[in-house]
């Protein structure tokens, strides 16, 4: 099992930054990808960012792609999500999550319990 603790949300201006941490224990040599989804209210769970936990790969969708940067810290076990430019649209409840077997992150094995972020207008 691994369990994942995401930390790093907040209040935030619009056009502010923020980072989201994770921090993956237990049996973390499981672990083939890391990646973080979104869900706004009233909305469905969102895709944000994914990376390899060799970190050779990262994926974004468009609505973030050249805004937020997924990066790992292999010897701490830990992912992040930096984000910038944020606007009221990027207000939601981040959720880190983990899969394993080589499978798409999108049938992740592992969930956090989320944070939240709220980017005021």
């Known amino acids: 099992q691994v369990q994942l603790v995401e930390s790093g949300g907040g209040l935030v201006q619009a056009g502010g930054s923020l980072r989201l941490s994770c921090a993956a224990s237990?049996?973390?040599?499981?672990?083939?990808?890391m990646g973080w989804f979104r869900r706004a209210p009233g909305k469905e769970r969102e895709f944000v960012a994914s990376?390899?936990?060799?970190?050779?790969?990262?994926y974004y969708p468009d609505s973030v792609k050249g805004r937020f940067t997924i990066s790992r810290d292999s010897a701490k076990n830990t992912v992040y999500l930096q984000m910038n430019s944020l606007n009221a649209e990027d207000t939601a409840i981040y959720y880190c999550?983990?899969?394993?077997?080589?499978?798409?992150?999108?049938?992740?094995?592992?969930w956090g319990q989320g944070t939240q972020v709220t980017v005021s207008s």
């Open positions: 237990g049996r973390t040599v499981s672990i083939y990808a």
């Open positions: 990376i390899r936990w060799s970190g050779d790969s990262t």
């Open positions: 999550a983990g899969v394993t077997a080589g499978r798409s992150i999108l049938e992740a094995d592992y």
